[in-house]
């Protein structure tokens, strides 16, 4: 058999190469065809129609149910939008005198509700404007019904597949830690988007950004995934196929290289040592974090407890889960960043309008959904709190952009002490609370900051996609994205300083602590904790390892004196080749 051996390139987002065979997972958007009816079969369309709506009613009703009974009433509103949106007698009149036209059902649903859609659109007010979403999602769901039609299950995988999708969202990933998966490939998303972070968790190569690959593709085909250069290839020839055998047997050895790393101290030729931390987003990584070598989890994703299932974390959940992370580290520092939802990380949970919003990235995320949902904020601190005692736990603060939040903040976790207190449960008192900066507005005031809080740890996923405009998960713009850029170096320099007058540390857990590329100017800034995807530790420590402060020092000199990329990555070439 002729093989094509075709080669698309995308964004590196996870390194490794990987042979497999592809596993489309597919979206919710359904092929609908236009079919003329007539006859009896008007009668039967009309029934099928009717059907689907009363089991999307049932649907919904059960929906409204859970809602209510997870997140009370306010947050039932949803399902109620839902319900009478379905009831609505225009749009189905709209259907049925489709149907009676002659054409078939589906078509009609598609057809009402484009047009349906399309006068949202035209609406002044944003809030009516958007409830064009909750149109679709209902139509959604009766095409589901009509078509009897049940989303493909990742139960499917096998050990060789290789993800190939337009998107793989927080919701898509949550449970795939325990499936076997070679690697990943999708059409959207940029090197710190969630499939590149889930991806380095899991250790598989992944490339993003690959646009359209979702219809160059079919179930089952072989197909490559050369994390290291972003490509994929796909159909692959017998030479291609043996040149990466080879290459997956030179990584192997260098992971295996690279593990004697481990229980070694990250520290310069010139005697500065540092902490070099791991990135979770559940218990079950610390396993892999200790494996590595980490000293610290340096950031604990926390909102994936609440992505993970329908119902609404509680205090004890939340406790269990901190204390299981903390004792497993125990003597090591567990930084537990409060929850981070909204933008691209939405929850199952139907929280108000995450994401719904027309900017998720400055909409109501992070520490803002929790400032104005106090209660489900304490309730993780409770149980935050309680964990404490199990370990060195601290907290953080995500998404801070003004030190009125920092306080705010800071007083409802003052009221879960009280409450704990009153509840005789045990917490240490002296917990440190400390702040991302991740927010340009923070970055430039964290001298004022650093007075307010304990540490410091930097976000650079979000810091660039903010203070460059660049969307941390389009494609498209992916080539803007640049850590290195001289306004980047210059926050990055102002933040660390700042934290360091005010004699408070200061870590970094966003993707660029992770990058060996950066290891030297990151040190060269004083830096004084890394936080990673724990398989990166090793590739770090060894770059530390072999460098002094002094050199690391004078590199960042050099780079501020730069005035453009241009300059700054003739200057990188120069040190790394030297
Ligand atoms: C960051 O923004 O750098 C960060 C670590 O947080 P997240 O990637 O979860 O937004
Ligand atoms: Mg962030």
Redesign the pocket.
């Given at each position: 058999m002729k093989q094509n051996n075709i080669i698309l390139n995308g964004i590196a987002a996870s390194s490794g190469v990987a042979i497999g065979k592809v596993f489309v997972l597919e979206e919710d958007d359904f092929l609908v065809i236009k079919k003329e009816i007539s006859g009896s079969h008007i009668k039967q369309e009309l029934a099928r129609l009717k059907d689907a709506i009363e089991k999307t009613k049932v649907e919904l009703e059960e929906d409204q149910k859970e809602l209510n009974k997870v997140l009370g009433e306010n947050y039932a509103k949803i399902a109620d939008a839902h319900l009478l949106i379905l009831n609505d007698p225009m749009i189905k009149n709209e259907i049925e005198k489709m149907i009676n036209k002659g054409t078939n059902a589906e078509y009609a649903v598609h057809k009402v509700v484009e047009n349906f859609s399309k006068t949202f659109d035209l609406i002044d007010n944003e809030y009516f404007r958007e409830r064009k979403h909750d149109l679709l999602d209902v139509a959604k769901k009766i095409m589901r019904n009509l078509l009897g039609k049940t989303k493909k299950s990742l139960a499917d995988l096998d050990e060789d597949s290789i993800i190939v999708a337009k998107n793989l969202t927080p919701a898509d990933t949550v449970n795939m830690k325990e499936v076997m998966v070679k690697g990943f490939v999708t059409e959207i998303g940029g090197k710190?988007s969630h499939t590149a972070?889930v991806a380095q968790s899991l250790e598989i190569p992944a490339v993003v950004g690959l646009k359209d690959i979702t219809y160059k593709v079919k179930q089952e085909m072989p197909i490559i995934v050369d994390g290291n250069l972003g490509l994929v290839i796909l159909d692959p020839s017998k030479e291609t196929i043996e040149n990466y055998k080879r290459e997956y047997e030179i990584q192997i050895s260098n992971k295996k290289e690279l593990e004697k790393f481990k229980d070694l101290p990250a520290v310069t030729t010139d005697g500065r040592e540092v902490i070099l931390g791991a990135?979770i987003e559940n218990p079950e990584e610390v396993r892999a974090a200790l494996r590595h070598g980490a000293n610290a989890i340096g950031?604990y994703?926390s909102e994936f407890m609440y992505m993970s299932k329908k119902t609404m974390p509680t205090e004890e959940e939340h406790y269990q889960n901190y204390s299981k992370v903390a004792k497993m580290m125990m003597p090591y520092e567990v930084i537990i960043r409060t929850m981070?939802l909204g933008?691209d990380k939405i929850s199952r949970l139907g929280l108000m309008n995450i994401g719904r919003e027309a900017n998720p990235f400055m909409g109501l995320r992070a520490i803002r959904f929790c400032l104005k949902y106090p209660d489900i904020f304490k309730a993780q601190l409770k149980g935050i709190l309680r964990a404490s005692v199990h370990g060195n736990i601290k907290i953080m603060y995500?998404m801070i952009s003004r030190i009125s939040e920092i306080k705010e903040a800071n007083k409802i976790l003052e009221q879960a002490k009280e409450e704990l207190k009153k509840e005789g449960k045990k917490f240490r008192d002296d917990i440190e609370v400390g702040v991302?900066i991740?927010v340009p507005s923070a970055a430039v005031i964290s001298d004022i900051i650093a007075k307010e809080v304990d540490f410091l740890s930097i976000?650079?996923?979000?810091?660039i996609q903010y203070t460059m405009a660049v969307d941390r998960v389009n494609a498209d713009v992916a080539h803007l994205y640049t850590p290195m850029h001289p306004a980047i170096l210059r926050l990055l320099k102002n933040i660390i300083d700042s934290a360091h007058a005010a004699g408070k540390n200061v870590g970094m857990?966003?993707?660029m602590a992770g990058d060996p590329l950066y290891t030297a100017i990151l040190l060269g800034l004083g830096l004084d904790e890394f936080s990673m995807s724990a398989g990166q530790i090793p590739k770090v420590k060894k770059i530390i390892r072999s460098i002094s402060k002094a050199e690391s020092k004078k590199l960042v000199e050099q780079l501020f004196k730069c005035t453009n990329m241009q300059e700054i990555n003739i200057t990188m070439k120069k040190f790394k080749y030297r």
């Open positions: 710190t972070l990135n950031l994703r981070d933008g995500p991302m991740e976000g650079t996923n979000d810091l857990c966003g993707e």
